[in-house]
């Protein structure tokens, strides 16, 4: 069985995008996943902030970072199953 690779792209980067965008949010309003937060996000996405800017600004990471991820594992695994 083969996957769709820009299917599986566009599907994890929704998914990293909304994940992102939401733990933020709940980050920013209640403190949970503060120290995780700052520490992983912040080091690989410039301009990410514990935020409301900082939440859509992690959602255009997450929707990029998600979409490629997606695309280049659906097209390795597809190269695999080839073998």
Do not use: H
Request: aromatic share 20%.
């Amino acid at each position: 069985m083969k996957l769709k690779p820009l299917a599986l792209g566009i599907a994890g980067g929704i998914f990293w995008g909304l994940c992102v965008f939401l733990t933020t949010l709940l980050s920013y309003y209640t403190g949970y996943a503060r120290a995780f937060l700052e520490a992983l996000p912040g080091a690989f996405y410039p301009g990410y902030s514990i935020s409301v800017v900082g939440s859509f600004i992690g959602l255009a990471y997450g929707l990029v970072d998600g979409f490629l991820t997606g695309l280049i594992f659906g097209w390795l695994y597809n190269k695999a199953v080839d073998i």
